[in-house]
């Protein structure tokens, strides 16, 4: 009977677990409903914001501009009616001076008939001389309709009808952005964004890539990246903390830019590639990615390395060579499993490396394959894959490692191939580099490009 009670009891365990999972897995589903709820309400409202307000400016702006326009269109019809009013105005003046002169000159006359004998001649002389000094027989023209400006106002009907269709398809409304961030992947202080498009009659010309920091005290979005890219590598981002990002597109032949895609969350936990401070004969930039040759020393300096083991295999680490002066064969850049101090070359044992003349050292060894010498602007890049594990055995010892790696070093438009045996396992590597002269002024900057699958 116990038997049967203690399996009736395990089995009410379980169902109690089962049932503690299935309500959390629901209420997580409703969680993730509420979620979505309220990215629609929310979206929903925002867009409804933005409509009023732009089409509240677009009546704005359009009745002011019609208000302009008729003003400018009236003050033109003042202007014709002033100055074609004036000349006429002048004719009338002169019309109405002769009037008043014609009916001063009939009173006279008028006069000069009634009065006596005895003063008749002098007032009829003085009536003849005047009549004579006003020439009555000259006349003011005055001008004929046909040649007076007969004001009208032209206005183009077809102008509602443009705005009417205009209107009609000014703006338009989307259950989604026609873009989408797809994948986030971290990368030592940086984060790679890809994103696609979800509207495939969309046409895209460029996009536009948007990041701050997250949480209340997160800083305004800052442009990224602007370009026909579908992916950017956003670098100094600080480790272990969240980021948003955001991208929009912009049509083929339209200058307004698609709604922001909805933000997604990335952050990487991986710290920034950095040379490691203090290394005498090498000054360092800021942000310690760029190392400069330091003229001071007179001595051969000592290894440059990176701050940490920072380089991953799986990646693209790059070497980027912006100032050079007098080279010498034993300078050289690469990668090695530690950083030992105090040596002065990578030509050295768990290292791999390429000399500035373009030889390529494995673990101290160079290879017959050679590839372009570095100069100003070379772009040195090393790619690691594992190949195997290997047991350890005699022969593997003797072949001096075994962990294989497979290694790609690129320069210019050539690169070289080859297997890597180091001693112990590793999953990350030092890179590093040293130069000879104090006139030599190499100076590297460097970040991951892409991801190799292993």
Same mark, same amino acid.
């Given at each position: ?34 979620? &979505? ?72 006359? @008028?006069?000069?008939? %009634? ?48 705005? %009417? ?56 979005? /800052? ?26 597109? %912009?049509? @083929? ?37 760029? &190392? ?15 701050? &940490? ?34 040596? /002065? ?53 003797? /072949? ?24 112990? &396992? ?24 892409? /991801?190799?699958?292993?």
């Amino acid at each position: 009977m116990s038997a049967e009670v203690d399996v009736l009891l395990q089995e009410a365990k379980e169902s109690i677990e089962a049932a503690q999972n299935y309500r959390s897995e629901l209420q997580q589903r409703l969680h993730g409903l509420n979620q &979505a709820r309220k990215q629609v309400r929310g979206s929903s409202g925002q867009a409804r914001e933005v409509l009023r307000r732009h089409f509240a400016e677009l009546q704005a702006a359009a009745t002011r501009l019609l208000t302009e326009r008729l003003t400018t269109l009236l003050a033109e019809v003042d202007a014709i009616e002033a100055d074609s009013v004036k000349p006429l105005d002048d004719c009338q003046s002169l019309i109405e001076h002769g009037v008043g002169q014609a009916d001063e000159l009939l009173r006279e006359g @008028e006069a000069a008939l %009634r009065c006596g004998l005895g003063e008749k001649e002098d007032k009829l002389g003085s009536f003849t001389k005047k009549a004579m000094h006003i020439q009555l027989d000259s006349l003011p023209e005055v001008p004929a309709l046909v040649d007076v400006p007969s004001v009208s106002a032209q206005l183009d009907d077809s102008l509602l009808g443009l705005l %009417r269709d205009r209107v009609s398809r000014h703006g338009s409304v989307s259950s989604h952005p026609p873009v989408q961030i797809e994948e986030l992947q971290e990368r030592p202080g940086s984060i790679l964004v890809r994103w696609c498009k979800v509207d495939e009659d969309f046409a895209a010309a460029d996009y536009r890539l948007q990041y701050r920091r997250s949480g209340s005290g997160g800083s305004q979005y /800052e442009d990224g990246y602007i370009g026909r890219d579908s992916e950017f590598l956003v670098l100094h981002l600080d480790p272990h903390t969240d980021y948003l990002f955001r991208v929009c597109a %912009r049509g @083929e032949g339209r200058t307004e830019w698609s709604p922001w895609s909805i933000p997604q969350t990335g952050y990487t936990t991986l710290a920034p590639h950095e040379w490691c401070p203090g290394t005498e004969g090498y000054i360092l930039s800021s942000r310690r990615n760029i &190392a400069l040759r330091n003229d001071s020393s007179q001595s051969r300096c000592p290894v440059l390395y990176s701050k &940490a083991p920072t380089y991953f295999c799986g990646q693209t680490l790059t070497f980027k060579i912006t100032a050079a002066g007098q080279i010498d064969r034993r300078d050289s850049l690469g990668v090695c499993v530690d950083s030992q101090k105090g040596a /002065e070359s990578l030509q050295r044992d768990q290292a791999v490396c390429i000399s500035t003349n373009g030889a390529v050292f494995v673990n101290g060894k160079e290879m017959t394959n050679q590839l372009p010498a570095i100069t100003v602007g070379s772009a040195v890049t090393f790619d690691m894959e594992v190949v195997n594990l290997f047991p350890i055995s005699n022969n593997n010892l003797s /072949e001096g490692g075994n962990f294989k790696l497979r290694v790609t070093i690129g320069s210019g438009n050539r690169e070289v191939v080859f297997d890597w045996l180091v001693d112990q &396992a590793v999953d990350c590597l030092f890179f590093g580099c040293s130069f000879t002269f104090k006139i030599c002024c190499w100076c590297f900057s460097f970040f991951i490009l892409t /991801e190799t699958s292993l």
